[in-house]
């Protein structure tokens, strides 16, 4: 069983910059692929970015390539998402995600473990 808690989120304005963590409980974490997620009101979820678990390998939805980075310290128990030149269109719940195949997959249906989410708001 894995627990993940995300913190970071809050308000900032077009142009700014936040840096979102995942804090994962057991010993497993180090095996695991590692999505960032979000959904924005009235809209489904959404990729946003996966990590492999050796950090060898990460991938982008193209609304972020560039300005997102993922990633993750297995040590720590920890994967992050550096989040810089936010738009408004970018407010959403972000949530992070587990994957036990480790298949970095895009698809939320191949994550076992998620967090609660936290609130990312980019005012204009």
């Known amino acids: 069983q894995v627990q993940l808690v995300e913190s970071g989120g809050g308000l900032v304005q077009a142009g700014g910059s936040l840096r979102l963590s995942c804090a994962a409980s057991?010993?497993?974490?180090?095996?695991?692929?590692m999505g960032w997620f979000r959904q924005a009101p009235g809209k489904e979820r959404e990729f946003v970015a996966v990590?492999?678990?050796?950090?060898?390998?990460?991938y982008y939805a193209d609304s972020v390539k560039g300005r997102f980075t993922i990633s993750r310290d297995n040590a720590k128990n920890t994967v992050y998402l550096e989040m810089n030149s936010l738009k408004p269109e970018d407010t959403a719940v972000y949530y992070c995600?587990?994957?036990?195949?480790?298949?970095?997959?895009?698809?939320?249906?191949?994550?076992?473990?998620w967090g609660q989410g936290t609130q990312v708001t980019v005012s204009s």
């Open positions: 057991g010993r497993t974490f180090s095996r695991y692929s």
């Open positions: 990590i492999s678990w050796n950090v060898a390998r990460t």
């Open positions: 995600a587990a994957d036990r195949t480790s298949s970095e997959s895009v698809s939320g249906y191949a994550y076992d473990y």
